[in-house]
């Protein structure tokens, strides 16, 4: 069952200019995780954050999450060529080993 | 650094066969996952096994089954390969009781004539 819809599906930006993926979800979470996949290949964590966080950065991300709307969203400032890939976002279910990806957003980035 | 490996990136194989993929882990990872990712579907879980000889079935177990003798090694088995059945693979570790990052393989591409 899908738990994370990520939203836009694609989105296609110039170098240099701000990315924003959302994701929705459904039920309550521990955490929300963004992971990255070059086209092809497999799929790299990039940043997690805690339900009792509202705001996360790491390094040009930045993530928010707003649990009582059950949304969080990926903030990727001052993009390059390098970043077009897909964006997934996963939630856990309530303490489970598992994850539940979402479908991605799949960035392209215009040099 | 974590490493992931899969046993092939690339994979055909011909329908009833009995497929075999691999997958590897190298940080004494207790949790080791499969997933299938179809275009359209996004990452849908397999199977997944947080300790040897122990699986769980995910939210598509139906055709597949695995083996985990080794706490490093989690194997994929396909009894009867069909061609609904092809599709990206990818394999996962991550720590006991911490649903946190999951290590990815470079996935294996199963094409099924």
């Known amino acids: 069952s899908q738990q994370g819809e990520e939203d836009p599906q694609a989105l296609s930006i110039q170098e240099g200019e701000n990315a924003t993926m959302n994701c929705s979800y459904k039920t309550s979470i521990n955490n929300l995780q963004w992971y990255r996949q070059n086209s092809g290949r497999g799929l790299v964590h990039l940043i997690l954050?805690?339900?009792?966080?509202r705001e996360k950065h790491s390094g040009r991300l930045r993530v928010t999450l707003d649990t009582s709307k059950k949304s969080s969203s990926l903030l990727i400032t001052a993009s390059r060529a390098a970043d077009t890939a897909s964006y997934f976002c996963a939630t856990d279910l309530g303490g489970s080993e598992k994850l539940v990806f979402g479908k991605g957003t799949k960035l392209t980035v215009n040099p | 650094d974590v490493k992931v490996t899969q046993s092939s990136r690339y994979l055909v194989k011909r329908t009833g066969e009995k497929v075999f993929l691999e997958c590897v882990q190298d940080?004494?990872?207790?949790?080791m996952f499969w997933y299938r990712q179809d275009p359209g579907l996004g990452l849908r879980l397999i199977y997944f096994s947080y300790d040897v000889k122990m699986k769980e079935k995910g939210d598509i177990p139906e055709g597949y089954s695995v083996s985990r003798e080794k706490k490093e090694r989690f194997s994929l088995i396909l009894e009867s390969a069909s061609t609904n059945q092809t599709s990206m693979y990818l394999c996962?570790?991550?720590?006991?009781?911490?649903?946190?990052?999951?290590?990815f393989g470079p996935g294996t591409r199963l094409l099924v004539l």
């Open positions: 954050i805690r339900s009792n966080e």
């Open positions: 996962a570790s991550s720590f006991y009781r911490a649903p946190g990052d999951q290590y």
């Open positions: 940080m004494d990872h207790e949790n």
